[in-house]
């Protein structure tokens, strides 16, 4: 696959940018987005960036029946000089290729993918808030527009690009949240699609989540799909835990989703001397680490919220309150380095993160 040259149609008209003390989670967008179309004749082509709008589709659109598409989430960061950094958005496309062969999708010039994402930042830098914990969040995401009600994979599909200036994911920012395990509905099983960033998985989690919010919770954890036995993962994050001396976290087992953010805090961890181990865990193991008084912290990783910290979590008849529901050291150390390396604040040692360099336009 060889890089395409972007075009480039510029809005007329701005939009009013909201006061960054007022930012949600995903609410807003900004005055642009990137758009390339797929077809069999042409492969990926025309790619290009265009006031932000409505896109027109045929209401066959398979994506509208069978929901083959899938998504990614990052974020850009203006740094105290100016510069606008991107976190490991490689990880992200490559990520976006594994999702598109899971799906059926068209693998997509990760070259090409970058730059229109650059491209797109760079034409709507004023977007990005610098406030404490804001950010401009990335949505990269391929739907299948073919017009067609039979079930095989799209001949045509779109990728678009769409930013958000974003405020912080949970309304607590970073301060514990309270989690209940669910115990009878499942979001992924191995061997399906819980490894690729497919809509499907979240329109699979929304009846747990619903139930969990009603009864106080934020998100739900999740056991895995076959025994309801083992540990997986939380809504949109991985999940961590200290336990004695040692990091544990779920090892990657066809069903959960391989974070970016999960992959980092593990190299942190282990380059500040922590032992950190990717096994199998039950919830009952779990539990009896809780009474023993050895489940010193847990936390969730991830894009949106980058770490958040688990104050409760609630399995069956058990609440199980950690770190006596407070932010543990752990968290907050991940918290401050990693989003420190977001935001150009701290020495990045692995090249994490990528500047976008001016662009002419
Ligand atoms: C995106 C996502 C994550 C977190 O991945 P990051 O790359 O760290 O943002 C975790 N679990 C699920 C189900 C996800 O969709």
Redesign the pocket.
């Known amino acids: 696959m060889t890089k395409q040259t972007i075009s480039v149609q510029l809005s007329t008209t701005k939009k009013q940018k909201p006061q960054t003390d007022q930012l949600e989670f995903g609410r807003i967008f900004t005055d642009h987005m990137f758009i390339m179309d797929y077809s069999v004749e042409r492969g990926w082509h025309d790619p290009k960036i265009v006031p932000y709008q409505p896109i027109e589709m045929d209401p066959a659109a398979m994506v509208y029946h069978y929901g083959q598409s899938v998504f990614e989430?990052l974020k850009a960061y203006l740094s105290k000089e100016g510069k606008v950094l991107l976190f490991r958005p490689k990880k992200n496309i490559e990520r976006l290729n594994q999702s598109n062969n899971r799906l059926c999708i068209p693998q997509v010039d990760p070259d090409t993918v970058l730059e229109g994402l650059k491209t797109l930042i760079q034409i709507d830098k004023e977007w990005i808030p610098t406030a404490e914990g804001t950010s401009l969040y990335i949505r990269p995401f391929i739907i299948s527009t073919e017009p067609f009600l039979g079930v095989a994979p799209s001949k045509m599909y779109k990728l678009l690009i769409i930013l958000s200036p974003v405020g912080s994911y949970y309304k607590e920012g970073i301060h514990p949240v309270k989690i209940a395990v669910e115990s009878e509905f499942v979001r992924a099983v191995a061997g399906g699609t819980g490894t690729a960033?497919t809509a499907g998985?979240y329109a699979a989690s929304l009846k747990a989540q619903e139930v969990a919010e009603s009864l106080g919770f934020s998100q739900v954890l999740w056991l895995d799909g076959v025994e309801r036995k083992y540990i997986e993962?939380v809504g949109?994050?991985?999940i961590f835990f200290k336990i004695n001396d040692e990091i544990v976290t779920p090892a990657l087992n066809g069903s959960i989703?391989e974070?970016?953010?999960?992959n980092s805090v593990i190299y942190l961890l282990r380059q500040w001397g922590y032992s950190v181990i990717e096994k199998k865990i039950s919830i009952e193991e779990l539990f009896a680490a809780y009474e023993a008084g050895q489940l010193e912290e847990a936390f969730g990783?991830?894009?949106a919220a980058v770490i958040s910290p688990i104050g409760e979590l609630m399995w069956k008849e058990h609440h199980l309150v950690i770190n006596n529901g407070q932010t543990g050291k752990i968290a907050k150390q991940l918290y401050e380095t990693i989003t420190g390396i977001q935001k150009g604040a701290i020495q990045d040692s692995f090249d994490w993160t990528i500047e976008v360099d001016s662009i002419r336009l």
Request: hydrophobic share 20%; glycine share 20%; no cysteine.
């Open positions: 989430g960033k998985n993962e949109s994050m991985n989703l974070g970016i953010t999960r990783t991830g894009t």
